[in-house]
């Protein structure tokens, strides 16, 4: 039982540091494709020291995204063996397609990093957008695989074994529209407001470099801008989808204890398993029925139509609070960012407005992985939802806290040496001359 | 059966690509760490110019393989995977090693520390093919058994052995030459050259004395592999290895260092080919043959379409890759 524990802590510790670097692969490429096609336009050369900024601390996340993907990859069967043996046929083809996603994006940000001299502008920023657009591929093969686990499809499930498998079927589980769209406006915003925070940070520091930061500022500013504003309601679907398809996950993340009509919605307060109820929360009467089946009426299924011992870890209430509580503050400062332009009053020159972007920086990707895991600790007990258990599926391996411990070591001492990198870049952007490599 | 095959096959292309790019890459790491003499820094500078802009691209073909293996092989991933649990782990920190300190040492403006980051990327880069070579040797040695879809040899034996770790230096001398070789036609001055011609026939040296060594452990702890590369179509592979790697010493000593690389890479075709008609019928010897835990057919055949579909959008993007950044 502790032995699973590991395995599950450890495949946690990987996704929970493999996705920002994952999420900054989506994104960045995004970002440094607009600035890039802003400069062929404005031959303003701002434009293209930016690109030249940003893509040096892509090529830095790349790298690390790169390996600690390869990591995953290999610790699915490493920790994970059963899963692997049944699951592969069925999801291996989406990760297969990533494959060749990740491939293009590997080619293409090698030429993009490497080739400003010797292709033509064109070419180059040709480049730029097969990196984008493979980054935005690969996330949608992967989370196709992430969609089966959660809602499997595409098989005959007899006497333990997966079999008459439907590979194609598979791949096209009814999860795979809202995780994809949720996820990658998720990594868009994550992106690009940490981006604006730290570019808000050199300008309320003072920098003589100021009309560079603040197109800097604008531009990721107003990229995230319109996935700010939809993520609500993709969210909202996403919510619609767990209720229908897995009534315990919903139950388990609202920490909804009866089946009742007219169900509440609690917001905040403290839940408690044992007694069934949860202190100091904000009630809205029918507000859970409503959000689940659009029907204040609607009858929401109750963690008691469930055996105890299947029920979800109680931090998935919280980690779902606290999602929605970071994408409500992230709208509150959109709605703030559309007033300002509306009284024509340029961003970047409110210090109040870069001040609390700088501190919300960021709550992106803090929401991003919250939301990760409200999905894969909600999907608890099961590795296939409703077929395969995870306690059945860990390896046999004894003393997985070996790996567990050099794995989370490693990690830590990665992140901690990504975040000098980029410090070092940061206080380098704000002087006058950048020194250059 | 023969979709399985089909497969197998590709698997065996794809670590033929991944050895003749991604090992030339830990080779050059290898280099980097054996850099020797007054022209030691500009070595090293050649090195790193030539796997920057394309590590990254070469290092998928081992992802390709890995997904290959547990989409068309689950059976066999799910067991090496128990079975070979601590070379993994140490492969896998060996690959984050070396790609993360490589791109740190180009990108880090604290000068100070790349020094730290050179030493790491070059450690690593000889951990990665010891470990590589350990774990695909123990696919041979009959030391992972299983019962019930899982292995039940433990989490040592599979994989410590002499053979195994024979192995193991015999990647690193491939990789290591491999490197070597290709280093010849990417320096631009004579001087450089001339280091890696050298160092080309050190490590052919040291290829044929590795490779020696394990044919001969594997007489008594590999023996199906043993048997099938000394009998039937077996040593025609030993002979294309030789002549390749003989063709490939001659064309360096006439400077022809393009042709040199040719057959460099024909010594890798010729010794990965090998092993895979030598470990056939089987993934796993003695208890995984191919068509034991196999995918359905289903999704067999899905992956090769995806396949077929993928490569003709990624050799161009290769191509063009290579184009920008190699001699021809």
Redesign the interface.
């Known amino acids: 039982m502790e032995n699973l524990l590991f395995a599950r802590s450890q495949m946690a510790i990987s996704l929970i540091f493999h996705i920002i670097f994952a999420a900054i692969g989506i994104g960045m490429p995004a970002l440094m494709v607009i600035t890039e096609a802003l400069w062929l336009r404005t031959r303003d050369p701002e434009y293209l020291s930016l690109t030249k900024a940003w893509s ?1 601390g892509t ?2 996340f ?3 995204g ?6 995953l ?6 920790l994970f ?2 899963f ?7 999801i ?2 989406a ?6 996603a ?3 994006e ?6 993009y ?3 400003w001299n ?2 033509s502008p064109k070419l180059h920023l040709a480049a730029g957008v097969i990196v984008a657009l493979s980054g935005f591929s690969s996330a949608i093969f992967v989370l196709i695989s992430n969609a089966w686990m959660n809602a499997p499809q595409g098989f005959v499930f007899a006497n333990g074994e997966f079999t008459q ?4 079927v598979a791949l096209q589980s009814p999860f795979v529209l809202h995780l994809t769209v949720h996820m990658l406006a998720a990594a868009y915003i994550a992106t690009a407001l940490s981006v604006a925070a730290i570019h808000a940070f050199a300008l309320l520091k003072g920098t003589p470099r100021r009309s560079f930061h603040q197109k800097a500022f604008t531009t990721a500013f107003l990229f995230a801008l319109p996935f700010v504003l939809i993520q609500p309601l993709v969210g909202h679907f996403a919510g619609q989808q767990v209720a229908k398809r897995q009534p315990l996950k919903l139950a388990a993340l609202e920490r909804h204890y009866q089946t009742s009509k007219r169900a509440p919605l609690h917001i905040g307060g403290i839940s408690d398993d044992e007694k069934k109820t949860i202190r100091g929360a904000l009630l809205i009467p029918g507000g859970l029925s409503f959000l689940a089946h659009t029907d204040f009426n609607a009858e929401v299924t109750g963690l008691d139509a469930f055996p105890r011992e299947d029920w979800p870890h109680p931090m998935v209430r919280y980690a779902f609070q606290l999602m929605v509580l970071f994408g409500m503050i992230l709208v509150g400062i959109a709605a703030w960012g559309i007033l300002l332009w509306l009284r024509k009053r340029p961003l970047t020159t409110q210090r109040r407005f870069l001040q609390v972007n700088f501190l919300t920086g960021p709550l992106g990707f803090l929401a991003l992985e919250a939301g990760w895991i409200v999905t894969e600790v909600g999907r608890q007990p099961w590795v296939i939802y409703g077929f395969l258990r995870t306690k059945d599926a860990v ?4 003393g997985l806290f070996i ?1 567990l411990i ?2 989370s070591l ?1 990690y830590l001492v ?1 992140g901690g ?1 990504v975040i ?2 980029l410090r ?2 940061v206080r ?1 952007s704000f002087q006058a001359e950048e ?1 250059h ?1 | 059966m023969i979709l399985a095959e089909a497969v197998a096959l590709t698997v065996l292309v794809v670590l033929v690509l991944y050895t003749l790019t991604g090992g030339a890459d830990f080779g050059g790491g290898i280099w980097d760490l054996l850099a020797t003499g007054p022209r030691r820094v500009e070595q090293r500078r050649l090195i790193e110019q030539a796997i ?3 590590w ?2 070469n ?2 073909w ?3 393989a ?3 293996i ?6 066999a ?6 079975a070979l ?1 601590i070379p ?2 140490i ?3 060996g ?6 300190a ?3 040492r ?5 000068r100070e520390s790349r020094g730290k980051w050179s030493r790491l990327f070059a450690g690593s880069s000889v951990l990665v093919p010891l470990f590589l070579g350990i774990c695909l040797g123990s696919l041979s040695t009959e030391t992972i058994r299983v019962a019930n ?2 292995s039940i040899s433990g ?1 040592f034996s599979p994989w410590i052995g002499w053979f195994q770790l024979s192995v193991g230096f015999f990647t690193l001398s491939l990789f290591a030459y491999i490197a070597a070789v290709y280093l010849t036609v990417e320096a631009k001055e004579s001087a450089i050259r001339a280091d890696f011609v050298r160092r080309s026939y050190l490590s052919a040296i040291s290829l044929v004395f590795t490779g020696f060594v394990t044919a001969l452990l594997a007489r008594s702890q590999a023996p199906h592999l043993f048997e099938r590369l000394t009998q039937s179509w077996g040593p025609w592979f030993q002979v294309s290895g030789a002549l390749c790697l003989f063709t490939c010493a001659w064309s360096l000593l006439r400077e022809r260092f393009r042709f040199a690389r040719v057959f460099a890479a024909g010594v890798a075709i010729s010794i990965l080919a090998g092993w895979g008609y030598a470990q056939y019928p089987y993934s796993i010897i003695p208890d995984i043959p191919l068509n034991l ?1 196999t ?2 057919e ?2 067999l055949r ?2 090769l379409i ?2 077929a579909g ?1 490569s003709a ?2 050799f161009p ?2 191509f ?2 290579f184009k ?2 190699k001699k021809y």
């Open positions: 040096k090529a830095v790349f790298a690390v790169a390996v600690s993907g390869t990591v990859s290999f610790e699915l069967g490493l063996p059963e692997m043996r049944q699951a592969g046929p069925l291996g083809p990760f297969a397609l990533e494959g060749f990740f491939f293009a590997g080619i293409f940000l090698g030429i990093l490497y080739a010797r292709i498998i439907q590979p194609l390896t046999p391996m004894p790996p050099v794995i490693v990665l040496t000098a990198i070092r870049y380098n020194t490599l | 920057a802009p394309v990254e691209a290092h998928v081992l992802i390709v890995i997904v290959l547990f989409t068309a092989f689950p059976l991933f799910s067991v090496a995977s128990t649990h993994l782990i492969l896998l920190i690959i984050v090693m070396r790609g993360t490589f791109t740190f180009q990108y880090d403006l604290n879809t899982a989490f835990g995918a359905p289903a999704t899905l992956l995806l396949l993928g959008f990624l993007a290769l063009w890759l920008i950044f």
